[in-house]
T-cell receptor
Framework: RKEVEQDPGPFNVPEGATVAFNCTYSNSASQSFFWYRQDCRKEPKLLMSVYSSGNEDGRFTAQLNRASQYISLLIRDSKLSDSATYLCVVPNFGNEKLTFGTGTRLTIIP | DAGVIQSPRHEVTEMGQEVTLRCKPISGHDYLFWYRQTMMRGLELLIYFNNNVPIDDSGMPEDRFSAKMPNASFSTLKIQPSEPRDSAVYFC?????????????????FGNGTRLTVT
């Protein structure tokens, strides 16, 4: 299994819909996880941190399933401005290296 | 704070030429990372420094790539000689402590990137 794996998409979703995508990881010792958002021709920026079982921030919910080694991102009531690439990030436990997934491309259609 | 500053924003060069990418991290951040992003491979870690010392360069593709951090406020990534397959976006990122970020703070702060095209 790759260190971090994501479905590249693209996901084309109508405005207002709910969309979810997963990220699987191989290092069972990883403790914290992150979702980054990257707009076209921009740098990645933190969207959410995922500690313990998950957390919610407005329309965004991130969940962690340690037994199956995946994290998920759920976006409710999607907006046109949600169109971006979403990167899953997994640290290697005990050190400073952060491994990025290749990203899932999301396009919200009017 | 101005954030992580990279230069140049765009670089177009011919195969065989030397390319130097520059990065100024956020003041007070002890860690500096160089990443490369391509469509095929996504974001790949090339090398990272802690307190100006290279810690892990296992991601550097080959001897044509080298990176230095002469002081806490400046780093360079050099490619010599450059090849068309080096074309990518190169990101520099800094962090105070990526292994133990403050809750809900980003473990990495990225610069705007340098888009390199080698013809």
């Amino acid at each position: 299994r790759k260190e971090v794996e994501q479905d590249p998409g693209p996901f084309n979703v109508p405005e207002g819909a709910t969309v979810a995508f997963n990220c699987t990881y191989s290092n069972s010792a990883s403790q914290s996880f992150f979702w980054y958002r990257q707009d076209c021709r921009k740098e990645p920026k933190l969207l959410m941190s995922v500690y313990s079982s998950g957390n919610e921030d407005g329309r965004f919910t991130a969940q962690l399933n340690r037994a199956s080694q995946y994290i998920s991102l759920l976006i409710r009531d999607s907006k046109l401005s949600d169109s971006a690439t979403y990167l899953c990030v997994v640290p290697n436990f005990g050190n400073e290296k952060l491994t990025f997934g290749t990203g899932t491309r999301l396009t919200i259609i009017p | 704070d101005a954030g992580v500053i990279q230069s140049p924003r765009h670089e177009v060069t011919e195969m065989g030429q030397e390319v130097t990418l520059r990065c100024k991290p956020i003041s007070g951040h002890d860690y500096l990372f160089w990443y490369r992003q391509t469509m095929m491979r996504g974001l790949e870690l090339l090398i990272y420094f802690n307190n100006n010392v290279p810690i892990d360069d296992s991601g550097m593709p080959e001897d044509r790539f080298s990176a230095k951090m002469p002081n806490a406020s400046f780093s360079t990534l050099k490619i010599q000689p450059s090849e068309p397959r080096d074309s990518a976006v190169y990101f520099c990122a800094s962090s105070p402590d990526p292994a133990h970020p403050h809750p809900y703070n980003s473990p990495l702060h990225f610069g705007n990137g340098t888009r390199l095209t080698v013809t």
